[in-house]
């Protein structure tokens, strides 16, 4: 008994003062292990008569649970200290870094810069105008007059006002319509730039339109536009087809075939529609061009006298071309997307590839 006992106190004091993992095996081996010190005297039990057995027993049995519990104890105590010996340890600055994942712009945007850089070493500057435009810009000026059947084109989203407050281009012919919508196109700033600036001039103003309709392959409710306009004493629609044509072949970066087609526009008298010979298919007809191998890249025409006069210019004076391209059209042509509405899902898995 008195042997167990001062086991058990050797066996401690070592325990307390381990200060490793190694120690703390070696101190079970050489007490608990096979031929460790109590498990020794609790396989020597079965020489010793009933009464010895039953009370050495209990008492062995139970230095080796208490035993057990301490090294579990020390263990984890240890491995504590190691732990806080670590974060003490200093910083390997040479050590290469995490890499933290960046984004990247969207293919549209990406089409919108390349575009704008084109048309800068052009001549033209970038201006922009507000995504909630008055129905006096989006219409009225552009010689689209309230009930004209050509607003059918443009169906948009109106925005709820006090309508008793707000003016409307039905109220009064000398009034300016201060209704507002999401604008169904960049033309408005033709408008908002001719007031403020004096020809001659040259802009383009990219950016986000919408209209109220039904989604499919090529068409959403909101959509991406460039709105080109130049201004000068003799412009022609030979200076349009020329600016066209040098914008394709910078932006593609190879010639391209373009077609000119009449059309219809209350804003731009001649119209047009511009096409382009479809680079998928080179022509010969695919689904993108929907078997035609043309495929239609922009509105234009010459700015219709009306629109000068809206704007305060003197159309005698002045002459023009516009345009409007589909910002989306070019990016879906550049990088070959036959859907439109992937643009603006923001599905990862798709915008991931550019
Ligand atoms: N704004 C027209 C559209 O939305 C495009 C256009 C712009 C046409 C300028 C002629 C001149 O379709």
Redo the contacts with the bound molecule.
């Keep these: 008994m008195e042997d167990l006992k001062n086991i058990k106190i050797l066996a401690e004091k070592e325990i307390n003062s381990a200060r490793n993992s190694e120690e703390i095996k070696q101190i079970f081996q050489k007490y608990l292990g096979k031929n460790g010190e109590v498990t020794r005297v609790l396989r020597s039990l079965k020489n010793l008569d009933e009464n010895k057995k039953r009370s050495i027993g209990k008492l062995a049995n139970q230095i080796k649970q208490e035993l057990e519990q301490k090294i579990e104890i020390r263990k984890k105590e240890i491995g504590a200290e190691i732990g806080k010996n670590k974060t003490n340890k200093k910083i390997d600055v040479s050590f290469p870094g995490h890499k933290l994942p960046t984004g990247h712009l969207h293919p549209i945007t990406k089409v919108k810069r390349e575009v704008e850089d084109i048309f800068e070493r052009l001549g033209f500057s970038v201006v922009e105008g507000p995504e909630v435009e008055s129905e006096w810009y989006n219409f009225d000026a552009l010689n689209i007059p309230a009930n004209h059947p050509a607003r059918d084109m443009?169906d948009t989203f109106w925005l709820r006002q006090n309508e008793s407050k707000v003016q409307n281009s039905k109220s009064k012919a000398n009034t300016k319509s201060q209704r507002l919508l999401l604008r169904?196109?960049?033309?408005p700033v033709q408008i908002r730039y001719m007031e403020k600036n004096n020809p001659p001039l040259r802009i383009i103003a990219p950016g986000r339109?919408f209209r109220y309709e039904a989604t499919d392959a090529s068409h959403e409710i909101n959509f991406y536009?460039v709105?080109g306009l130049m201004v000068d004493k003799e412009i022609s629609a030979a200076n349009l087809k020329a600016i066209m044509e040098k914008f394709f072949e910078m932006f593609f970066k190879k010639s391209v075939k373009i077609r000119i087609r009449p059309s219809f526009?209350p804003?731009?008298e001649p119209?047009f529609e511009i096409d382009i010979r479809c680079l998928v298919c080179g022509g010969k007809g695919c689904s993108v061009c929907s078997q035609g191998g043309w495929l239609e890249i922009?509105?234009?025409?010459m700015v219709h006298p009306q629109v000068f006069k809206s704007a305060g210019l003197n159309p005698k004076e002045w002459q023009g071309f516009?345009?409007?391209m589909g910002l989306d059209r070019l990016t879906m042509m550049k990088y070959k997307i036959k859907d439109i509405r992937l643009l603006f899902k923001g599905d990862l898995r798709f915008l991931e590839q550019f």
């Design positions: 443009w169904t196109h960049t033309s339109a536009h709105e526009f804003f731009t119209s922009a509105g234009a025409g516009a345009f409007g």
